[in-house]
Every structure is written in C-alpha cells, then in structure tokens.
C-alpha cells in the first residue's frame, strides 16, 4: 500500500455495530481535530479493521461488565502506520477522546475538538510517511465537514497525559497549526 486509504465506517465497524446513545453535538462548537495515540501494538491492513472492532467492542460495553461505556469508540478516526484513516465515531457525535478542555476553551475538548488517533504507542514507534500524510488528508476532511479551518491540538494540550506519544508530539508542533 502506498497512498492515504479512506474505510468508512461500515467496513471498519460494520454494519450490525451501530453507535449506541451517543450525544449530539452543534457542528458550529468544532474548533480543532485533537490528536491521539491508541497505546496499543501497531495494526496495519484488515487486522487494523479486527482492532477498530474490538475497541468498538470494549468501549460500548457497560462499565459494570468491564468496558468503557462510551456508546462507541472515542476518536471520530483512527490512523495507522501503512496510511488507512479509518472512520469511527459519527463526526455529528461528541466525542468520548477527552474530558478536559483545552486552555481558552470554555467546553470540554470532546465538545470542541474531532478526535483522531494513530493506532501505536507513539512513545515507541515512528509516526510513518504515510500515517502522516493520512492526518493531514483527515485534517482537509475535517475542514470539509465543518466548512472551516479548524486548528491542530494534541492530547497532553488539556491534561497531563504521555498521549499522544513522545515520538508524536514534536511532529505534530512541527505542521500547519491550521488547515
Ligand atoms: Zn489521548
């Protein structure tokens, strides 16, 4: 593979996993994508698709049954290491990413922020070429969907946290701060 792939979400997902008692959200509150790392392995190709399903799995699942009880994945995309933005959440949903809002923000980050993450712990592994270029392709997307630029945020931006990685966040300090 080598070029951005885009997998909506009933590939990743599928079909019979529908978003369960998500929130809404006013699209008009998006300011900024807020990046992320999953801390997990490296998944590349379909099994990149198997981990979408699982997270999916944990993270609906109530938290008196050991999951998360997000009502879906937290990120609204997950981007991973041979180029595949993969949809997650619906955008029209608040995210579940972070609670905490970024300085300047008078609502959390979730409210204001689309949620991406690269699947690797980004303290480990490089960030490759084409998982790169996918966050930006996401970033014209998110700019699509909004009608507007929208700013670039991180993570350990709210609260202090190691995502999205100390192998991330300096590329990430390094790019457009707008798109
Ligand atoms: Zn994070």
Not at 31 to 40: P, Q
Not at 74 to 97: F, K, N, V
Not at 122 to 146: G, K, N
Request: charge should be positive.
């Amino acid at each position: 593979m080598s070029a951005v792939q885009f997998h909506s979400r009933s590939v990743v997902i599928g079909a019979t996993r529908p978003p369960i008692s998500v929130v809404g959200r006013d699209s008009a509150l998006i300011a900024g994508v807020m990046v992320h790392h999953t801390a997990s392995p490296v998944h590349v190709g379909t099994n990149a698709h198997s981990y979408a399903k699982s997270l999916y799995d944990w993270c609906v699942r109530p938290t008196s049954q050991g999951g998360r009880g997000y009502g879906d994945i937290e990120y609204h995309a997950m981007i991973t290491q041979d180029g595949q933005i993969l949809d997650c959440r619906p955008s029209s949903a608040r995210g579940a990413h972070c609670r905490a809002p970024l300085p300047g923000f008078a609502h959390s980050a979730n409210t204001t922020h689309l949620g991406v993450a690269f699947i690797m712990n980004a303290s480990q592994t490089i960030p490759s070429y084409l998982a790169l270029e996918a966050l930006h392709v996401y970033r014209y997307l998110a700019h699509l969907y909004t009608g507007r630029p929208l700013a670039l945020a991180w993570h350990s931006q709210a609260n202090p946290t190691a995502c999205p990685g100390t192998r991330l966040a300096p590329i990430l300090a390094s790019l457009p701060s707008k798109v």
